[in-house]
């Protein structure tokens, strides 16, 4: 009696396993929308959006410095005079007063540096968020596509442990009938134990990942949308690694922070030199008051005294710095000290900016060539497969045979599936790498998923 043969597991079958697997589950999202539930709950993101809306308000506070600046001033006093040994009488007055000063700052370079600095500090808080921003994407993705690739897992040593399951029946059927040998059945078993402990653990790794994602957005049951079949991914523009290099250099978050940190360097060496210039203001001061005098002692001589008074003024101040003890002096040697480190850390900036763009880049070609090689691999298994599966059948192989080159299949399927989400995030973390992901690239990612 010829030996039974083994199922054989497609391509579609793999995709009619996943189905069953994850069909059952409420409406699947998008990337789109996973990101933009992650942007309203994700408190890195939230945090960093906040600091960034308090430095409008900090430039704000500086511009101040050179805006006038109005107070009001009202005071009333009681006096009383008492001098025994000089005359018997009792004086007393009564002083109320009420007035507005106003000032204005006509020249003050340390002033006017403060407000350049902090247009400054907003523009930095503005490269953080960027930063920030384009750190969610990555981490959406990243979790999104985990999820992703735990379920194709999953789905993948189910369909083996399903196909080793057929074998070991096929291998018991065959001894019982005596045309083979307890090995194979010995052998087939062994591997289904094997596929049972995957399967647990890869069933674990799914719940893991899909905490994950729902913490990251703040949603239970999050389902993530599949790749489209068939499944092309989009290659890397431009296709030289140079001008991402070039790029990066100019759009780059980090290396746009690092040389404004240069920029307010150079203004703070500039605030300290402003130590030896003068300051000139407007000030100007109107007021009104009344004064009420009286003596206990009533008659010509001594006549109570009551009235009003205005009194106005305005006038221009300059302050001139003669002499602070060498202060300034030695605070412009710390500034420019302070602005050769800006310089380096610009530099430090730029060299970590080109090669993470460059690791980025070389790791996409190295992950989209893998993928390549695995779409191979995977027509090779399967043809494979189907030999050893007719050689078992005509007696030239054994079961173990059988056995190895459906566990090379689905291990190959399974790696396809995770080189491709790789490539994928990759993609979006070359674009963060050089300093251009935008939200609009989530979009654009959106389109390869399955509608």
């Known amino acids: 009696m010829p030996a039974s043969r083994p199922t054989v597991f497609a391509p579609a079958a793999l995709a009619l396993a996943l189905g069953l697997a994850f069909g059952g589950s409420a409406r699947a999202q998008s990337l789109q929308e996973v990101y933009e539930a992650a942007r309203g709950y994700d408190a890195s993101f939230l945090a960093a959006r906040a600091l960034l809306d308090s430095a409008q308000y900090r430039a704000e506070q ?17 006096s009383l005079s008492d001098t025994p040994y000089t005359s018997p009488e009792k004086t007393g007055s009564t002083v109320t007063q009420a007035g507005v000063s106003a000032t204005q700052s006509l020249f003050n370079r340390a002033n006017s540096v403060s407000i350049e600095q902090a247009e400054k500090a907003l523009a930095v808080s503005r490269a953080d968020f960027e930063s920030a921003e384009q750190d969610l994407i990555v981490r959406v993705a990243q979790a999104y596509f985990d999820v992703l690739a735990a379920q194709d897992t999953l789905a993948t040593t189910r369909t083996s442990k399903a196909a080793i399951a057929e074998q070991l029946a ?3 059927r065959n001894f019982e009938v005596g045309t083979a040998t307890i090995t194979d059945t010995r052998e087939a078993q062994a591997r289904f134990d094997l596929a049972t402990a995957q399967e647990i653990a890869a069933d674990n790794d799914l719940r893991t990942k899909s905490i994950a994602l729902d913490q990251l957005v703040g949603r239970t049951g999050v389902s993530p949308k599949g790749l489209a079949v068939p499944v092309v991914l989009p290659p890397v523009q431009p296709p030289v690694v140079d001008e991402w290099v070039l790029r990066a250099d100019a759009e780059h978050p980090l290396v746009r922070k690092a040389t404004l940190g240069l920029d307010v360097a150079k203004l703070e060496t500039e605030k300290a030199r402003a130590g030896h210039l003068p300051t000139v203001s407007l000030n100007g001061a109107y007021g009104k008051g009344h004064v009420s005098a009286a003596s206990d002692i009533t ?37 420019l000290l302070l602005e050769e480190k800006s310089r380096n850390d610009l530099e ?15 790791g996409v070609q190295s992950g989209q060539a893998q993928v390549k090689a695995l779409e191979a691999a995977e027509s090779s298994s399967q043809l494979a497969l189907e030999a050893t599966q007719l050689g078992y059948k005509v007696g030239v192989r054994v079961n173990l045979d059988v056995l190895n080159a459906q566990t090379q299949l689905f291990s190959t399927r399974r790696d396809l599936a995770k080189a491709r989400y790789d490539v994928l995030v ?10 251009q992901l935008k939200p609009e690239d989530v979009a654009a990612l959106n389109q390869l998923l399955a509608r």
């Open 62 to 78: 500086a511009k101040a410095l050179n805006r006038p600046s109005v107070g009001l001033q009202v005071q009333a006093s009681r």
């Open 170 to 172: 096929s291998a018991k």
């Open 299 to 335: 008659g010509p001589s001594y006549p109570s005294v009551s009235g009003s008074q205005t009194n106005a003024s305005v006038g221009v101040t300059l302050q001139m710095p003669l002499f602070a003890g060498y202060a300034i002096q030695n605070r412009v040697k710390e500034t």
């Open 348 to 362: 430090a900036a730029r060299r970590g900016v080109a090669q993470g763009t460059r690791q980025a880049f070389f």
């Open 426 to 435: 990759g993609s979006l973390k070359l674009r963060q790498a050089s300093g």
